[in-house]
């Protein structure tokens, strides 16, 4: 439906109109003399509560009224005045003197008017403005509290996580205390038993009878009630009921665990005066050199190969156990060196070699 300028009656063609909050009535720009610019700068909410000229007026009076519209005037007795500001000739008849000095005042009027409508866009949007500008200051100081909590919940976090550090590094020293003492127990346990390598392995061998014949070779006198136990360690090999030459059977250790330590203290003392031992005499199969060990336990039994192996590369002298403990020496009148784990060798030997 085509909107009617309640100004000179005649139908607006675009968007360029003001429409009276009270009176809902449409206007012209080009009857109020408003410029398309200022008509620009308006604000929704300015125009929306826009009042046409005739609505500001409380009370009509012939030199303040800026603009009459068609129907009030033709019910006027008399026509348009100088004080109307409703511009009716809208191109074609070109304005008399008379009628071109009612416009000039029509004009001056009607400019006033945009100039107090300006102002008062002006002040809506200044007031539009300290609005965001007032939600921008609570934005930021919500962040600026938001930021004071976080810090302090971060504060507490470290003051946790380094608490925390402290236990695990306390937690991880008794869990190597622990792991030191279960090894120690468990190396104590073996300190009555021997270890002798290379003993030939047969069919329904007589063990007792082997570990007695090992001893007397090695000038110890031994008897059945010295003796716990004896056993072969580890799982029998199939080299034994193979068709395999004699030479590549290599049998399993012989573990002798005598009733008292000072016994076996005996035995390993001999063993290191007769180091030319062989299995001569004591079992049928070919002849091989024995070797008489403390027993050690899995983990011990690798780390002393180890070190016998660094110390061998980096020309140490002397590597040996006493006790389920060993020791490394570089030279004669050096101190003896009580290795514990792989870090005491990279320490006090050298690193392990890189192969490849």
């Not at 026509?79 to 029509?106: F, H």
């Not at 996580?161 to 008794?174: F, G, P, Y």
């Not at 069919?203 to 009878?209: F, T």
């Not at 001999?270 to 070919?286: C, Y």
Request: with cysteine.
């Amino acid at each position: 439906m085509t909107n009617k300028c309640n100004g000179c009656g005649e139908n607006i063609a675009t968007q360029d109109f003001m429409n009276c909050n009270k009176c809902h009535a449409h206007y012209d720009i080009l009857c109020l003399n408003i410029p398309k610019a200022t008509f620009t700068s308006y604000t929704v909410g300015f125009k929306r509560d826009w009042l046409c000229p005739e609505c500001q007026c409380a009370a009509p009076k012939s030199d303040n009224t800026p603009v009459r519209g068609a129907t009030t005037a033709a019910k006027l007795s008399k026509p348009l005045t100088d004080n109307s500001n409703i511009n009716v000739t809208r191109g074609g008849q070109k304005p008399t003197k008379a009628k071109a000095a009612t416009n000039k005042s029509d004009s001056d009027t009607s400019g006033s008017v945009a100039m107090t409508n300006t102002k008062v866009a002006t002040n809506k949007s200044d007031s539009d403005i300290s609005s965001v500008v007032e939600e921008i200051r609570l934005l930021r100081q919500e962040i600026l509290d938001m930021k004071s909590i976080f810090s302090k919940k971060l504060e507490e976090y470290e003051k946790v996580i380094a608490t925390q550090s402290t236990e695990i590094l306390d937690l991880k020293a008794a869990v190597s205390i622990l792991q030191e003492n279960a090894r120690n127990t468990e190396q104590r346990a073996l300190k009555n038993e021997i270890e002798v390598i290379g003993v030939p392995e047969t069919e329904n061998e007589g063990l007792q009878h082997l570990a007695i014949l090992v001893s007397k070779k090695m000038g110890v006198d031994l008897s059945e009630s010295d003796i716990d136990t004896v056993f072969r360690a580890g799982p029998r090999r199939s080299t034994l009921s193979s068709n395999l030459p004699a030479t590549i059977n290599y049998p399993r250790p012989l573990v002798v665990k005598l009733v008292r330590h000072a016994k076996r203290n005996e035995i390993i003392k001999a063993s290191k005066i007769r180091k030319n031992l062989n299995s001569e005499g004591i079992a049928q199969g070919p002849v091989a050199k024995m070797y008489v060990n403390e027993r050690l336990t899995k983990e011990n039994r690798l780390l002393f190969r180890e070190a016998r192996t660094r110390a061998h590369n980096y020309n140490f002298r002397y590597c040996w156990t006493r006790d389920g403990s060993i020791y490394i020496k570089k030279a004669d009148g050096r101190p003896a060196i009580h290795i514990k784990s792989q870090e005491d060798l990279d320490q006090h030997i050298g690193a392990a070699p890189i192969i490849g």
